[in-house]
């Protein structure tokens, strides 16, 4: 697309670069120095041709030093038409052609994104026509036209920058949309996949339930309990889990004791090894609880990844007595760990 309408933008500058040459050499009175008419032309065709197709480290931004060179050939084209010719031949259409030309010049150096340089050709084009025409009489050979370009390619060039970055900004949107889709359809199937192997541990546990109406003898309560239990885990607490801790939890519950896991993403951006480790920690800490009720909780934090805290008693959270285990995994492996 930019490249389409920078070939767009091209052709037409040459164009009209092209149209103000052919009217500069279609003399209808003989002037009075032709070699410097001829210089003028000469240094305007280069100069524009140059100024649309050279390149810079920042395309499409015009160099700085061909800007330069842009203001200094702004400033000599209308001296040296003028020098040309005779006052009384000075208003005549052939020679007013650099009023259209240098204000083209310009319109290309606003275009390539050095406004200054552009403005100063503009400023410069007022100053000398309105030397050697008068300004008024510069305002009705064209010079109104030059400013009307300019300002018209100002404004342009703002809305298509602004156009730019608003489209910048809704690809971006775009592609964090499309990301956060793509994790919460890997977190559905995730889950579908914690149910699915969850149903089928404790999907023989609830059939047996429902055929015989709930009248259950005391191990089949007990079966009940930790089918429950780990349906809860395997939702609640997706990657906290592995063979180890499964086994860890089940073997805390059959001593009686009361386990809740909270999976609230606190190993969402670690590493499988890293994760694999902290659930091995996690199975040695339950392995040793001797308290009767055992909270996981996996939380967003920037130095802890898990917390385990047992409680005894009655639980209450303001008896600070009641607290019997306290465990934190910190996120990353700490560096005199044993291996």
């Known amino acids: 697309m930019n490249r389409s309408v920078r070939s767009v933008a091209t052709a037409l500058a040459v164009g009209f670069a092209i149209y103000f040459a052919a009217r500069a050499v ?42 330069i060179i842009a203001l200094l050939a702004g400033i000599a084209i209308p001296v040296l038409v003028s020098s040309s010719l005779q006052p009384i031949h000075r208003t005549a259409p052939f020679a007013t052609w650099y009023i259209g030309g240098v204000g083209l010049l310009a319109v290309v150096c606003i275009v390539r994104r050095r406004p200054v ?19 008024f009489v510069a305002l009705e050979l064209g010079l109104v036209g030059s400013i009307t370009w300019a300002v018209v390619a100002q404004l342009l060039v703002l809305f298509w920058d602004r156009a730019v970055r608003d489209t910048e900004h809704l690809a971006d949107i775009q592609r964090a949309v499309s990301a956060w889709h793509a994790t919460q359809l890997v977190r559905q199937r995730e889950r579908r996949i914690r149910v699915q192997y ?58 009686g004791i009361a386990v809740t896991v909270f999976d609230e993403g606190g190993l969402d951006e670690l590493g499988e090894a890293r994760r694999d480790e902290i659930r091995n920690e996690l199975a040695d800490v339950l392995g040793q609880a001797d308290v009767e009720r055992v909270i996981i909780r996996a939380a967003r934090d920037a130095h802890t990844a898990v917390t385990v805290v047992g409680r005894s008693g009655t639980g209450d959270s303001s008896d600070d007595d009641a607290v019997g285990l306290w465990h934190e995994i910190p996120r990353e492996r700490s560096v005199d760990a044993t291996p």
Request: charge should be positive; hydrophobic fraction near 55%.
């Open 198 to 255: 969850a149903l089928g541990a404790a999907g023989p546990v609830l059939t047996s339930t429902i055929a015989s109406r709930g009248r259950l003898s005391e191990e089949e309560r007990l079966e009940a309990r930790l089918a429950e239990g780990r349906l809860r885990d395997e939702l609640r607490g997706a990657s906290l889990l592995n063979d180890a801790v499964r086994s860890a939890i089940r073997d805390v519950r059959l001593r």
């Open 117 to 135: 340089i552009g403005w100063l050709v503009l400023a410069v084009l007022m100053a000398v026509s309105s030397v050697y025409l008068g300004f």
């Open 26 to 67: 279609w003399w209808t009175v003989q002037p009075a120095a032709p070699l410097l008419m001829v210089a003028s032309i000469l240094l305007y065709v280069v100069v524009m041709v140059a100024s649309v197709l050279v390149e810079g480290p920042n395309a499409p931004r015009l160099p700085a030093w061909w800007g």
